[in-house]
Every structure is written in structure tokens, then in C-alpha cells.
């Protein structure tokens, strides 16, 4: 009997392995076609059957996307959007889902769900107003626009904090209340290092989201050199795709993605980890 049921988890494991298998190959297939794209050269891009390893390989063409558009500037932009929004959104966030999860007050949840009610205004709703205020005060064509709002922080990434903390026991919260822990102590010294896993994965959303914002730059700046890597590739693909110099435009969507790439290998054991955590618990 065990036997039978082993080979019949063992069946099971494989049909799960390998439809797995073809979606990851289905997911980074373009991926891997931008890469190839990116160091032919263009008369090769169309071919059939298409040609999937480059012959010859150009490398050209990640050195003259540097010559031809000011990508470090665009790239400076959007970090120092990443970075400040991050760091303040983050902070402000996290202490909010540690006193809507932990905490006592009146009218809490009532406060929360009043929170979850504003993700459901589309920001069409907003974005007139938003255009209007921001540009009477003389924040128009810069950054500003693109993080102060930012630094109160975002509810999704609350609400997913929330989620994670109400999993951690009370008893830590009561045990560090008896040794005389303030809440702010409690909060900087145990609920943070316990929700690093969490933590890590909203990272890793909120830079994607602020990386690959294309929307708000779009609506709020004109000037070339104050623009963010999104807008600069936008501009660069509507000048060369009339040209059809797509090598030279997967080259830029490449290097835009860098970035994103490597902060998620950085921090990939803490996103897996907290996703996994975070389905069983709430």
C-alpha cells in the first residue's frame, strides 16, 4: 500500500515538475529574446527560421545606447526616487502595520478598512487635482511630484505588513512590555527583525513599481535630463523603432532592467520566504 501511494506522489511530482518547467521557459522566453535581439545585428532580427544565438555577436550596441541618450542621468533620477521613497514609505508603512496589527486604539479597525477603501479610487479620480495642486505650488517638471507622496507611504505594502505581523505572538509584544521595552523599542527591536522576510518582498515591489513608473514621469516632466530611465527609453524607442533599430532598443530596455534583477537575487531567499509565510498565515 505505501508503495503504491509513494509512486503515485512520485507521478504526481514529476506532472507538477514538469508543467512548472514549461511555464518558467514560457516566463523567460522573451527575456531571453531581448538578450538575443539585443546583440544581433538588424538584419538578422526578422529572420526565418529566427536565428536564436546570434552569428556574429554585436556588442556595440550596449556601448552607443550610452553615446546616443543620456541613460546615467535617467538612471540617477530614478534612484534617487527609489531610494528616498523606499526609505521614508517603508519606515512610515511598517510602523503603521505594526500599530494597526499590535496595538490597541479606538475605532482601529474601522481606521484600517477606511485605509483598504481608498486602493479602491482609480487614480484617473486624482490625477487632475493632483496635476492642478502640484503645479500651483511650483512642483511642476521636478522630482517632487514623484516622491512626496510617496514618503507617507503606500497601503497595499501596510496592509501586506499588517498581514505578516499579526502572525508573530503576542507574548513577545507582553514579554518585552514587562522588561520595560517601549512600543517604539518593541517595534525597532523585535517586530522589525522578525518581518525581514516581508519586508525584503515589499522592497522588492516598491522599487519595481517606482523602476518601472512610466505614467507619473510622463505627466510631470519635460525636461530631458530630469527625466526618469522609463520616460528616457520611451522617448529613445518612439525616435529608433521608426528606424527599426531594435537591437539597439532591447540594448535599453536591458540596462533599465539590471537593476531590478539584481536587488531581487540579493534579496530572492527573503521574497520566497515571505511569500511562503505568508499564505498560511493572517
Known amino acids: 500500500m505505501n508503495v503504491i501511494v509513494k509512486r503515485k506522489t512520485n507521478i504526481v511530482n514529476i506532472?507538477?515538475?514538469?508543467?512548472l518547467s514549461l511555464g518558467a521557459i514560457t516566463m523567460i522566453f522573451p527575456l531571453f529574446w531581448m538578450i538575443s535581439t539585443s546583440l544581433k545585428e538588424s538584419q538578422y532580427v526578422f529572420k526565418i527560421p529566427?536565428?536564436?544565438i546570434p552569428n556574429p555577436i554585436v556588442w556595440s550596441k550596449y556601448t552607443e545606447v550610452?553615446?546616443?541618450t543620456p541613460l546615467l542621468k535617467g538612471i540617477k533620477n530614478s534612484m534617487i526616487i527609489a531610494v528616498t521613497v523606499i526609505t521614508f514609505g517603508m519606515f512610515n508603512s511598517s510602523l503603521a502595520a505594526f500599530a494597526f496589527s499590535k496595538l490597541k486604539f479606538p475605532y482601529k479597525n474601522q481606521l484600517f478598512l477606511t485605509l483598504l477603501g481608498t486602493m479602491m479610487i482609480p487614480y484617473a479620480v486624482i490625477?487632475?487635482?493632483q496635476f492642478v495642486a502640484f503645479s500651483k505650488i511650483g512642483w511642476f517638471d521636478t522630482l517632487l511630484p514623484l516622491i512626496v507622496p510617496g514618503?507617507?507611504?503606500s497601503v497595499g505594502v501596510l496592509f501586506f505588513l499588517r498581514q505578516y505581523m499579526n502572525g508573530i505572538p503576542n507574548e513577545l509584544i507582553e514579554a518585552a512590555k514587562i522588561d520595560g521595552c517601549s512600543y517604539f523599542g518593541i517595534y525597532a527591536r523585535i517586530m522589525m527583525p522578525l518581518s525581514k522576510p516581508a519586508l525584503s518582498a515589499q522592497v522588492i515591489f516598491m522599487f519595481m513599481g517606482i523602476w518601472n513608473d512610466f505614467f507619473g514621469p510622463i505627466i510631470y516632466i519635460n525636461t530631458p535630463e530630469k527625466m526618469t530611465i522609463q520616460a528616457m527609453i520611451s522617448n529613445f524607442n518612439s525616435l529608433y523603432q521608426s528606424q527599426t533599430d531594435f537591437p539597439l532598443i532591447m540594448a535599453a530596455s536591458l540596462i533599465s532592467m539590471a537593476p531590478i534583477l539584481i536587488l531581487f537575487i540579493i534579496f530572492q531567499n527573503y521574497f520566497v520566504e515571505s511569500l511562503a509565510i505568508s499564505g498560511i498565515k493572517g
Not at 506532472?15 to 508543467?19: C, D, G, R
Request: no cysteine.
Open 127 to 129: 490625477l487632475i487635482p
Open 50 to 52: 529566427p536565428q536564436w
Open 151 to 153: 514618503l507617507f507611504g
Open 66 to 68: 550610452w553615446k546616443l
Open 15 to 19: 506532472i507538477l515538475f514538469v508543467i
